[in-house]
């Protein structure tokens, strides 16, 4: 149901300025899709919103890979509070100055933008974009895009950019088929934490040929429970090995990992 009753102001250059129904308020550019349904209906994936900020608490280390324009950085950010840090991942720089203003805005300075796409070396490489906000390292040929262009980035290691402060406690990853080239540093990570919750959105068939149930093994391997949300809004359920690796369809699974 869209609600456009909401306060919100034009700043120019396609961009509003809008308190999203979870509380802070967020720079919006409209030419992206996603910023567009956000503006729509105040919010984003609410099945993946609840559980999200369900589990932050004040303090945590919270890792956004893959941020986007910033909508689960900036709701970790409220709930962490400026005792907690959250470290956001975005290589699209068309997301960068909309994402530093809405943490502004709101008086987030414990968010920390990472402009780069992680992977498993350091330099450059290049994504895909399309429109003027998505994008991709790859994307299947079969899916026929509009507009879509190539944009250099900086691209790092995770382990490297944290540094000795590895422990963290909720990590959320949406990185459209660049998972299997973060794994490595991510595990490096993982094993310098305790508890951890990690949101994750599953979709092998972008991961350029890259096994999922090695992957997936590596979780159940360090004490990870697997969970899928569904987005009926229907309660998590467990999902198995099995099962991950019969997923070869178009559309994205939600997964909750846990590890107490």
Not at 91 to 119: D, E
Not at 147 to 175: F, H, M, N, R
Not at 234 to 259: C, M, N
Request: charged content about 15%; aromatic content about 10%; some cysteine.
């Amino acid at each position: 149901m869209f609600d456009l009753t909401r306060p919100q102001v034009y700043v120019g250059n396609h961009t509003i300025l809008m308190n999203l129904d979870a509380g802070p308020s967020m720079f919006l550019d409209l030419r992206d899709p996603v910023c567009m349904a956000i503006y729509l209906t105040g919010g984003w994936e609410p099945w993946i919103t609840g559980t999200f900020l369900s589990v932050i608490q004040p303090g945590m280390t919270v890792l956004d890979i893959g941020s986007h324009s910033g909508y689960f950085t900036l709701l970790a950010a409220m709930k962490t509070g400026p005792t907690g840090v959250v470290h956001a991942f975005e290589p699209n720089p068309f997301h960068h100055r909309n994402l530093l203003k809405s943490a502004a805005v709101n008086g987030y300075p414990h968010v920390q933008l990472h402009r780069v796409m992680l992977s498993d070396q350091n330099g450059e490489d290049t994504i895909e974009t399309w429109g003027d906000g998505g994008s991709s390292i790859f994307y299947p040929s079969m899916i026929e895009l509009n507009g879509l262009t190539k944009t250099k980035v900086k691209k790092a290691v995770l382990s490297e950019l944290l540094g000795t402060s590895k422990k963290v406690d909720v990590i959320k990853i949406d990185i459209d088929g660049g998972e299997p080239y973060i794994m490595d540093s991510l595990f490096e990570v993982i094993d310098a934490s305790g508890r951890l919750v990690i949101f994750m959105e599953y979709l092998p068939l972008l991961w350029g040929g890259h096994a999922p149930r090695p992957i997936m093994q590596r979780f159940v391997d360090r004490g990870f429970h697997m969970y899928i949300v569904p987005m009926t809004g229907a309660p998590i359920e467990p999902i198995t090995l099995e099962v991950l690796d019969s997923h070869t369809g178009p559309l994205h699974w939600d997964l909750l990992l846990l590890r107490s």
